[in-house]
């Protein structure tokens, strides 16, 4: 097994161009053990400008300015965590990724091979809906249900609705916080994985 990283982010926005202000993680290694990695990403008050009042209420009450890290060296330690092409596993993982390649090709932390990760991203949404799937099939298969019974609905998902279809309750994690929001997904995957550490 190799290594995988729970990876977040909060934006002042949804656009490909919008700034990381918070970056987490939390790596796990093949063994179990962990390492949580959480950083405030230095940018000028101006980059705020257009972000959605609750975005903007959470960026002022917890951004911290004075431990913040400039983005040269934020790309340089985000990069340095995954120096062994690890996965990424997250909750619309491809969305903190792309943001995250950008700033690191912006500093050339990236190399021939592309982004320092591996290419196959997990997204915890989908591994549950999979699970769920999966379960309602077995449960028919056993006679436990009827087969004609409802399934998990099609996209477009509710993610809370899913975390709790596996038993994940969303509202004792902080979420829209990169470490809350990483917490939870990392919740949902061991549910899903059966505790795989």
């Known amino acids: 097994m190799t290594a995988i990283v729970f990876m977040d982010t909060e934006t002042t926005g949804l656009n490909l161009d919008d700034i990381i202000w918070e970056f987490a993680a939390i790596r796990r290694e093949a063994d179990g053990s962990e390492t949580e990695h959480h950083l405030f990403i230095r940018h000028d008050p101006s980059e705020r400008e257009g972000m ?12 911290d300015a004075e431990t913040a890290m400039e983005p040269d060296r934020a790309a340089s330690y985000i990069a340095d965590l995954f120096h062994d092409r690890p996965h990424v596993v997250g909750a619309v993982p491809n969305f903190d990724a792309e943001r995250i390649a950008l700033l690191l090709s912006e500093f050339d932390e990236i190399g021939p091979d592309g982004p320092p990760w591996h290419y196959h991203l997990i997204d915890v949404e989908t591994l549950a809906v999979g699970w769920l799937r999966g379960r309602r099939h077995a449960l ?6 009827p087969a004609d019974s409802p399934a998990f609905p099609p996209p477009p998902w509710d993610s809370d609705d899913l975390s709790r279809a596996i038993g994940v309750d969303p509202d004792q994690y902080a979420r829209h916080t990169a470490m809350g929001d990483i917490r939870w997904a990392m919740a949902i995957y061991d549910a899903v994985m059966g505790g795989a550490r």
Do not use: H, W
């Open 140 to 145: 028919v298969v056993e006679g436990t249900i």
């Open 52 to 63: 959605p009042d609750r975005f903007r209420a959470d960026l002022e009450r917890r951004y």
